[in-house]
């Protein structure tokens, strides 16, 4: 993934502005540290900081065409590049070795139709000069895996900024907002299109198909081939919890058996990362002695991987606090306690020379895995809930994901968000995904992968490469990664904030924040830290709150320790 940022129909001079938009597109330096890119066309501005995954010697951005009639600056990795290649009904020239390029050309001959196409992580603006007015079209991917904004200033409302994070447009615009996922933008109309219309979307389609656990298996196995495009050196988050360890075992199969196999010219999908780099590493963090360290160790054996474990300390934490708020972009609470870790982790992993891991983001969402779904009064409300959670990973997950890593130049690819395993998953009805005092949560998958499960739908030469994981390590109870990293981390962030608002400042919160008021000491001190680096009231149109359903009967504390069914809860 790299940083974009361009400005649309520029209101003043785009010459003397040039600077001016190099130092804003500088801002996202840290999203693409390998090159820098910034085309000037008409009253347009196109800039691009670049990290280099797939074609790596050749895919400089901003990208053009043969006569430079369309300019397109894109943050993601398009999966089915090879394919859509070779569905261009004109033969084209590609200037670079890019996966992203394809974009560009399918454009060119089906429009705004290419956004459906696409299977991908991805944000990106095209410029089209090709008629006597230039057109900006812009896109973000279906879940919002990669993050995207876009900017207004009042005084010159023909003006558009795009962005991929809040940081390159607060000092400009003085209206920011989120661009949403699974739609375009397009200045002809200056609206949003939705483009992605899976028939899951809407919660109050209730979902009705009975389980097939071999198709949930087989095509989670396909989502994490796919994302084994690259020409670096790559890895795999493991926490020792189910979802990231179940990425980490298929990943290491599929490596295995890409490493394996000859080469071919007729894959739909690009599988030089295997090839490239067979033997896969393995990442986890924590506290001295935190529940994911251990359960990461015994997975790392059990795979064989090449496993780098690292420690902070809470103080290092608490140090990076200020910094994390900084390069997520929001005050909510249960993200910034789960992305400090995963910040300090992305430095280390940086630092190894990988630029690129999977994780696995999107599971709990999927199948109702946070404990307060335990509390779900019904099938109907469990698989709402589901969908919901799913609409509004982007504000939360994702963005932890995407921002956590992306502070150091690492990308993160998450395979349970794949669009065609999401059609899969989210058509499964309610009643075969609940989790109950008997049925741990996300038993649905487990039992997928579970080769002592009957009706997993096992083939012989599957069930002859033995269990993806260990049994205990498969039904492992849910750990917020807040939690799992080590549970004095929680704990330590509220003393802090205890310590540095006063009782004073909480009594008189309602007059220091009067929108979305902070309710605890903890969410106080973040959005002060917030505020600091963003003190634009447009910047505050952005920020979600993940809470637990409250009106289950939950608590409101996102801590999954808060959540009665909790082993060690408090």
């Given at each position: 993934m790299c940083g974009i940022f361009g400005v649309y129909n520029y209101y003043g001079d785009v010459g003397e502005f040039r600077q001016r938009a190099l130092d804003l597109s500088k801002k996202l330096r840290h999203r693409g540290p390998d090159w820098s890119g910034c085309i000037v066309a008409d009253n347009n501005i196109v800039c691009h900081e670049r990290l280099a995954i797939v074609g790596v010697d050749t895919g400089a951005q901003p990208l053009t065409n043969a006569d430079e009639s369309i300019v397109l600056t894109v943050n993601g990795e398009i999966y089915n590049h090879k394919k859509l290649e070779a569905e261009l009904k004109q033969p084209s020239s590609f200037k670079t070795h890019s996966d992203c390029e394809v974009i560009l050309h399918m454009y060119s001959e089906?429009?705004?139709?290419?956004?459906?196409?696409?299977?991908?992580?991805?944000?990106?603006?095209?410029?089209?000069?090709?008629?006597?007015?230039?057109?900006?079209?812009?896109?973000?991917?279906?879940?919002?895996?990669?993050t995207l904004y876009i900017g207004?200033?009042?005084?010159?409302?023909?003006?558009?900024?795009?962005?991929?994070?809040?940081?390159?447009?607060?000092?400009?615009?003085?209206?920011?907002?989120?661009?949403?996922?699974?739609?375009?933008?397009?200045?002809?109309?200056?609206?949003?299109?939705?483009?992605?219309?899976?028939?899951w979307w809407a919660p109050e389609r209730i979902a009705t198909a009975s389980v097939n656990y071999r198709?949930?298996?087989?095509s989670l196995t396909a989502a994490v081939r796919k994302r084994l495009m690259a020409e670096v050196p790559y890895g795999v988050l493991l926490s020792g919890g189910l979802d990231s360890s179940l990425i980490s075992s298929i990943a290491v199969r599929e490596a295995a058996r890409i490493s394996a196999s000859a080469q071919s010219d007729t894959e739909d999908i690009d599988t030089r990362g295997a090839r490239y780099f067979p033997r896969m590493h393995s990442f986890s963090i924590g506290l001295p002695g935190a529940p994911d360290l251990i359960a990461a160790r015994k997975v790392a054996k059990f795979l064989r991987t090449a496993h780098h474990e690292l420690t902070y300390t809470v103080q290092e934490g608490l140090d990076a606090v200020a910094d994390v708020i900084y390069h997520l972009e929001t005050y909510d609470v249960t993200t910034i306690r789960a992305s400090t870790p995963m910040y300090l982790m992305s430095r280390k992993i940086k630092s190894t020379g990988v630029k690129m891991v999977l994780s696995?983001?999107?599971?709990?969402?999927?199948?109702?895995?946070?404990?307060?779904?335990?509390?779900?009064?019904?099938?109907?409300?469990?698989?709402?809930?589901?969908?919901?959670?799913v609409h509004n990973l982007h504000t939360s997950d994702c963005l932890r994901?995407?921002?956590?890593?992306?502070?150091?130049?690492?990308?993160?690819?998450?395979?349970?968000?794949?669009?065609?395993?999401?059609?899969?998953?989210?058509?499964?009805?309610?009643?075969?995904?609940?989790?109950?005092k008997d049925l741990m949560e996300k038993a649905i998958i487990r039992r997928a992968f579970d080769v002592e499960f009957a009706d997993a739908g096992f083939t012989p030469e599957e069930l002859a490469k033995g269990p993806y994981l260990p049994h205990d390590v498969l039904w492992r109870q849910k750990e917020q990664f807040s939690d799992g990293v080590g549970y004095s981390w929680i704990d330590s962030l509220k003393e802090w904030a205890e310590r540095r608002v006063s009782d004073e400042a909480m009594a008189a919160v309602d007059q220091r924040f009067p929108y979305d008021t902070p309710s605890t000491k903890e969410a106080y001190l973040y959005r002060e830290l917030f505020e600091q680096h963003f003190p634009q009231k447009a910047c505050l149109k952005s920020v979600v709150r993940w809470v637990p359903r409250t009106d289950w009967g939950c608590s409101a504390d996102p801590s999954g320790r808060a959540q009665k069914i909790h082993d060690k809860a408090y």
């Open positions: 089906i429009g705004t139709d290419v956004c459906a196409k696409l299977d991908g992580m991805f944000s990106w603006a095209l410029l089209d000069r090709r008629s006597a007015k230039s057109r900006l079209v812009a896109a973000r991917d279906p879940i919002g895996i990669t207004r200033v009042s005084a010159h409302p023909g003006t558009v900024f795009i962005a991929s994070e809040l940081k390159s447009l607060n000092e400009e615009c003085d209206k920011i907002d989120e661009f949403p996922p699974g739609h375009y933008f397009d200045s002809e109309d200056g609206q949003f299109h939705r483009y992605f219309k899976p028939d198709q949930l298996r087989e696995g983001e999107g599971a709990d969402e999927v199948f109702g895995g946070y404990l307060y779904f335990h509390y779900a009064p019904n099938a109907d409300d469990f698989h709402k809930e589901t969908v919901n959670r994901a995407n921002k956590s890593t992306m502070a150091w130049g690492l990308e993160a690819r998450v395979p349970f968000l794949d669009k065609e395993f999401l059609q899969v998953a989210m058509n499964v009805r309610a009643e075969d995904k609940q989790c109950s």
